[in-house]
T-cell receptor, first 114, second 114 residues
Framework: DQQVKQNSPSLSVQEGRISILNCDYT??????FLWYKKYPAEGPTFLIS?????DKNEDGRFTVFLNKSAKHLSLHIVPSQPGDSAVYFC?????????????FGPGTRLSVLP | EAQVTQNPRYLITVTGKKLTVTCSQN?????MSWYRQDPGLGLRQIYY???????DKGDVPEGYKVSRKEKRNFPLILESPSPNQTSLYFC?????????????FGQGTRLTVV
């Protein structure tokens, strides 16, 4: 059973509008969450992260929100740009799983239309 | 430039023929890991290493071996590849084993076993 879920395999958004990518997790021991972006033929690259002691983290156009009670996080991209078109992976980790590092979701493919 | 280098980028091989995928990082990271990416499943961890001569199984270790004789290198070995190991493989390194720091990924190795 997947511990990290991204239920939308794909998402299309108009340039300039907001993109919202969602992620749900089942393991209440997860205490750190990251988003990675992946372009075709490249490895994933780190985008933004959030600790479980926070509910929001912002970096430029990217904001991640964490709702611990709902075991849900979301990535907001405002405004969306065509260069944001990529696959986005949500990842989670737990300090008690020392060594095993991240558990990844299946990814959401974002297409930003010009 | 900080980077993780994997070789080869593409490989087609036959069932049972031993192969090695190399991975090298220049960031002096202690933690390194291997993932495989399959459609709908995201990135799943194969093996990880917390330091030289310290390795352990991830979520999907069957059919794989690793070694960590030097800090910078972490090769992935398939002793007898099978078609179900056809996948996209990523090597990653990070400063911390706790999962609270970003991982740097290589560009990936697309392996096809026929």
């Amino acid at each position: 059973d997947q511990q990290v879920k991204q239920n939308s395999p794909s998402l299309s958004v108009q340039e300039g509008r907001i993109s919202i990518l969602n992620c749900d997790y089942t393991n209440s021991m997860f205490d750190y969450f990251l988003w990675y972006k992946k372009y075709p033929a490249e490895g994933p690259t780190f985008l933004i992260s959030i600790s479980s002691i926070k509910d929001k983290n912002e970096d430029g156009r990217f904001t991640v929100f964490l709702n611990k009670s709902a075991k849900h996080l979301s990535l907001h991209i405002v405004p969306s740009q065509p260069g944001d078109s990529a696959v986005y992976f949500c990842a989670a980790s737990a300090r008690r799983n020392y060594g095993q590092n991240f558990v990844f979701g299946p990814g959401t493919r974002l297409s930003v239309l010009p | 430039e900080a980077q993780v280098t994997q070789n080869p980028r593409y490989l087609i091989t036959v069932t049972g023929k031993k192969l090695t995928v190399t991975c090298s990082q220049n960031m002096n990271h202690e933690y390194m890991s291997w993932y495989r990416q399959d459609p709908g499943l995201g990135l799943r961890q194969i093996y990880y290493s917390m330091n030289v001569e310290v390795t352990d199984k991830g979520d999907v270790p069957e059919g794989y071996k690793v070694s960590r004789k030097e800090k910078r290198n972490f090769p992935l070995i398939l002793e007898s590849p099978s078609p179900n190991q056809t996948s996209l493989y990523f090597c990653a390194s990070s400063l911390s084993s706790w999962g609270n720091t970003e991982a740097f990924f290589g560009q990936g190795t697309r392996l096809t076993v026929v």
